[in-house]
């Protein structure tokens, strides 16, 4: 992985991506959940493919991404011919997909516990998957990694088996989250920054779970008119506006000195008896930092808060190893 990728060159988790030709996938797939079922060892696979994509500045539908030259792939480029689109913008709200996207895997596999900034319309199409969902204002009970991990807008936690010491608040979500099992024919709208957590079930006669989804705009509300460079901060700022705004900050201070300083940056915007030396650069990036925050918060206990919630959310325990 090259510094552009992670320019912290923070842990990363044990997750490989590997390019493959769907027999061969489905062959590997098979053979892990013989395995699982057997109790052997086994490594979970999961396949995710962009099947159709479409730019900003386009209309209509998204379009096809690749040749679809395979046999298998021609059957799915048949399957898509027949997706009724006009219907598919009726539940999007009026809006076109931007990104049509294909899932596959076996029982066992999983989604780690993240969120994704666009809408999306989420299809079960063969198999069951259970999905949790937290709303984005349980950001700190989540703990995402930094903007600047590989991993962003993914929860640090193991969700099957959280380390509480690390992560207190991770116990307070008991009770706040919604689950969904989906079937084949179900779909599930999961709005714009909330928590999903996605776990592929048992599921009859084969173990195959086969989804699709479709990424699409937030609503206008949600961002204001970015073309006249007008994002709308709610005030009070709550729920998924004020995760952007967090994002915001850490992109912020990241521009004006460095990704591996943004902790620092942070805990001395927090703090008004812990300056940087007067003149040096990172006494600018505060007093900046300072002000873009307080433009959306004016009470200053509100401020602090701001700050203790973007370090001890996203980086407690957590240190950057260069920059
Ligand atoms: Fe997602």
Known sequence: MGPGK??????????????MRFPD?????MDSLRCERAGEPSEAFYLQNTLLH?????????????????????????????FRWSWLKQMMGGRNAQMCQLFCGVAGGFSPCHYDPQDNL??????????????????????????HHPQDRQSRVDFEGPDLASFPR??????????????????????PCWWHHVEMLPSPPDGEVVSINFWYPPPSWFYGDLAAGDMAWDKPLFG???????????DFIAQAASPAEVPEVLSMCGEQSRL????????????????????????????RAVW???????FLGLAPRGG
Do not use: M
């Not at 969904?180 to 709005?191: F, K, Q, S, T």
């Open 6 to 19: 992670n320019p912290c060159n923070y842990e990363v988790n044990p997750i490989k991506r590997v390019e």
């Open 25 to 29: 996938f489905r062959r590997r797939a």
């Open 54 to 82: 479409r730019e900003e500045s386009e209309e209509g539908p998204p379009r096809p991404v690749g040749s679809f030259g395979t046999a298998c792939g021609q059957q799915v480029g048949a399957d898509i011919a027949n």
């Open 122 to 147: 989420f299809a079960q199409v063969r198999g069951y998957k259970r999905v949790l969902l937290f709303h984005p204002r349980h950001w700190p009970r989540l703990y995402p990694w930094p903007v």
């Open 170 to 191: 991770f116990s307070e979500l008991r009770g706040c989250g919604l689950e969904a099992v989906l079937g084949p024919g179900d779909a599930l709208r999961i709005p």
């Open 240 to 250: 998924a506006k004020r995760v952007l705004f967090q994002r915001c900050i850490e």
């Open 276 to 303: 940087p030396p007067p003149g040096s650069h990172l006494a600018e990036v505060v007093q900046d930092a300072r002000a873009f925050v307080a433009t959306v918060f004016p009470d200053p206990a509100e401020q």
């Open 308 to 314: 203790a919630e973007v370090l001890q959310g996203r």
